[in-house]
């Protein structure tokens, strides 16, 4: 009898369809269900997302006074980069590989030093005019850009006045940008896994507690992140005030990388406090991501090589999977764990 249940399930299983758990014959002939064959499915939007192999677009955004604030589109970004510029401020990079967004910026002018990441990222880059060396730069290294300051090019931009008259209001989207870097500019819109390596899920890692990081890129421009144990989420400040998209939220981050590289100012003859980076070789920072935070170390070997982060141990860091802000901070400017 146990032998004609079991060839009689075997037919109906093949027949019927198929189960997503396996079935089994108990002693007493009552059908027991076994647990579910262990197969990884990727359920994690965000992850499926970043390490897609779109090609990302990363977009230079103003952030250099008040003027620049509130901005919008970091909070639809996977992965920001923030870095001083001239007069004690930073300028923010952030990239999408999603193209759907509607507005980023206010958009402003290229920093030579931003190509690095823009580069290890295979990132189509994105900016309103440039800097002499960012100019040089650009083509000595067949940087793909669009410039929203020339010719066609400026068609992916518009001015929007609520916040500011001046020139901290000009804006693009990822839908015009990809759509013309495809059509028009002929740009590939594929391109190879870039230097932040996500987990697939959350995991908390690390052994310092932190609720509060903060750090400064000048006595005039400091930086913080608040955790939110219940978004799981930091939420991000500038000069003790929350960081504020122009939706009225405040920019979140999933996962801060942060770390300090000398920087110093060109002799380039105009005057205007241009900064340049030593951020070829190697050092340690940060990685702080669900409440904790751990000491990781950081090697770039050329500009155009990407940046390695290893945890302590020397194996990869891998990160939650988030939007992710990776802090370049001046050398020596404190980092302040709480």
């Not at 004609?4 to 059908?31: D, H, P, R, Y």
């Not at 980023?104 to 990441?117: E, K, M, N, Q, T």
């Not at 209001?169 to 870097?181: I, V």
């Not at 929350?242 to 920019?251: E, I, M, V």
Request: with cysteine.
């Amino acid at each position: 009898m146990k032998r004609f249940l079991i060839l009689l399930l075997c037919a109906l299983i093949v027949f019927g369809g198929c189960s997503s758990k396996e079935t089994a014959i108990t002693s007493g002939g009552e059908e027991a269900a076994k647990p579910d064959k262990t197969v990884e499915v990727i359920e994690n939007e965000f992850y499926k997302m970043a390490t897609s192999p779109k090609r990302p677009v990363a977009v230079m955004i103003d952030n250099d006074s008040e003027a620049s604030r509130p901005q919008i589109g970091l909070e639809d970004a996977y992965l920001v980069y923030e870095i001083i510029v001239e007069g004690g401020a930073s300028r923010i990079m952030a990239l999408f590989k999603n193209y759907r967004v509607e507005k980023i910026g206010p958009v402003r002018s290229a920093r030579h030093y931003f190509l690095d990441y823009a580069l290890e990222n295979g990132a189509i880059y994105t900016h309103a005019g440039w800097s002499p060396q960012a100019q040089r730069d650009i083509g000595v290294y067949d940087v793909d850009n669009i410039n929203g300051l020339i010719g066609n090019d400026t068609n992916n931009f518009w001015r929007d006045y609520t916040y500011d008259n001046t020139w901290h209001n000009l804006y693009t989207s990822t839908a015009k940008l990809s759509e013309y870097a495809r059509s028009k500019k002929d740009y590939k819109m594929k391109a190879s896994e870039g230097p932040i390596s996500f987990l697939t899920e959350d995991k908390i890692t690390g052994d310092t507690d932190c609720t509060n990081l903060s750090f400064a890129y000048s006595q005039m421009y400091r930086v913080g992140f608040t955790y939110n144990p219940e978004t799981t989420m930091y939420e991000r400040s500038i000069n003790g005030k929350p960081h504020l998209s122009q939706t009225g939220l405040a920019f979140p981050a999933k996962n801060i990388i942060v770390y300090e590289v000398p920087n110093y100012t060109l002799n380039d003859g105009q005057n205007k406090g241009r900064q340049d980076l030593k951020n070829t070789g190697e050092g340690e920072g940060w990685y702080v991501s669900m409440g904790k935070a751990e000491k990781i170390t950081w090697s770039k070997k050329s500009r155009t090589s990407k940046t390695e982060y290893k945890k302590i141990d020397g194996t990869e860091l891998k990160v939650n999977p988030g939007i992710t802000y990776i802090q370049i901070i001046p050398q020596g400017n404190s980092i302040n764990i709480e």
